[in-house]
């Protein structure tokens, strides 16, 4: 599988950013998932959100939530992740995931096999 993101750039705090993931390459069962980590520079990689295809619900962490609303185009296996009232500490390089079943186990970064490159979101204060 090959995942695609875009989406990333520079926005001052308060602004709002889009990002895309499209994948493409192997086709996934209904239950797959999709989503999208986080890594800011000296800290450990952490979960944003992640979106259950079956159940078409998506899912954010408490960090986010009221800001970050993960979204798909099921048409064109492509996941987005609305990102409103950015702060400077959601300044880092975000990463698309996916994985072939759905799990409860979504928020932890070892539930994944496929990644994408990242791209690199920066707010500034």
């Known amino acids: 599988v090959q995942l695609q993101a875009s989406g990333g750039g520079l926005v001052q705090a308060g602004g709002s950013l889009r990002l895309s993931c499209t994948a493409s390459g192997r086709t996934f069962s209904n239950n797959y998932a999709m989503g999208w980590f986080r890594q800011a520079p000296g800290k450990e990689r952490e979960f944003v959100a992640a979106?259950?295809?079956?159940?078409?619900?998506?899912y954010v962490a408490d960090s986010v939530k009221g800001r970050f609303t993960i979204s798909r185009d099921n048409a064109k296996n492509t996941v987005f992740l609305q990102m409103n009232s950015l702060k400077a500490e959601d300044t880092a390089v975000y990463y698309c995931v996916a994985r072939e079943r759905w799990t409860v186990d979504y928020s932890n970064v070892r539930s994944y096999e496929n990644w994408g490159q990242g791209t690199l979101v920066t707010v500034s204060s």
């Open positions: 979106f259950r295809w079956s159940l078409n619900r998506g």
